[in-house]
């Protein structure tokens, strides 16, 4: 798809793999990041050219109402939304206790949030004569992590939800759907886990996102994801024609 001239959203953007996606396509587009706090945002965006910010909580109902509004009374529409907002918890499923409202919180951020996201913006996406929905989910999609047990759950649950959003939305509209599947990254977001110690950099994240768009690469499985799906899974995509015909 083109990727130039467009007006992009971004959740979670004021850090991380957000931020350096916002760097790779703001040259060339006009971005919006939005996150919960304003002082990180303008941070990010001060040194930016195209880059426009606004504070908004994506699990906070009335706050995407506003954003909503916001983006189509400012920016006149969208062409991109990207889901990339995460929230997560590093704990033992077993002993550590408490998963009910950890996992609740994940979801909700996680999953709950672009779902209704993507419900909002769509009628301004279907507008174009070329949009796309990208959702960040994760190698845990894959294969769940013992340390991130209910996260894990949430990006599964991610991944099931855009392929068939995928599939649904290809049959009369121009809104494509991509699902950015990182392995660690070196960012702030994954420190706990040793993300900055063993992680890649979030730049090639981004760069790898960037020619998927232009190369309409739907699923864009990123470094040790690539390689874990080749070996293990590379089937399930054949399954899932199968099932759904």
Request: no cysteine; net charge negative; glycine share 6%.
């Amino acid at each position: 798809m083109n990727i130039t001239d467009n007006t992009i959203l971004i959740t979670g953007g004021g850090s991380g793999i957000g931020l350096e996606i916002a760097k790779a396509l703001s040259p060339v587009n006009k971005i919006i990041i939005v996150g919960r706090n304003k002082e990180k945002l303008d941070t990010a965006a001060k040194d930016l050219e195209n880059v426009f910010t606004i504070q908004a909580d994506i699990t906070n109902e009335s706050d995407v109402n506003r954003l909503f509004e916001e983006v189509k009374t400012t920016f006149g529409g969208l062409n991109i939304l990207i889901n990339n907002a995460g929230n997560a918890y590093v704990y033992n499923i077993a002993n550590d206790g408490n998963a009910h409202d950890k996992a609740l919180a994940e979801f909700t951020t996680n999953y709950f949030a672009p779902i209704r996201l993507s419900e909002k913006f769509l009628p301004l996406l279907k507008e174009q004569n070329e949009a796309a929905i990208v959702n960040v989910s994760s190698i845990v999609g894959f294969v769940p992590g013992s340390h991130l047990p209910t996260y894990s759950d949430s990006k599964a649950a991610l991944h099931s939800h855009t392929r068939l959003l995928r599939y649904e939305l290809a049959k009369d509209t121009n809104v494509k759907v991509f699902e950015l599947m990182p392995p660690l990254v070196a960012t702030d977001f994954s420190a706990e886990i040793g993300g900055k110690e063993n992680g890649i950099p979030a730049s090639d994240v981004a760069n790898d996102l960037v020619k998927a768009l232009q190369e309409n690469i739907y699923e864009v499985r990123v470094g040790d994801t690539n390689l874990l799906y080749n070996n293990f899974f590379a089937a399930t995509k054949g399954a899932f024609a199968t099932f759904n015909n």
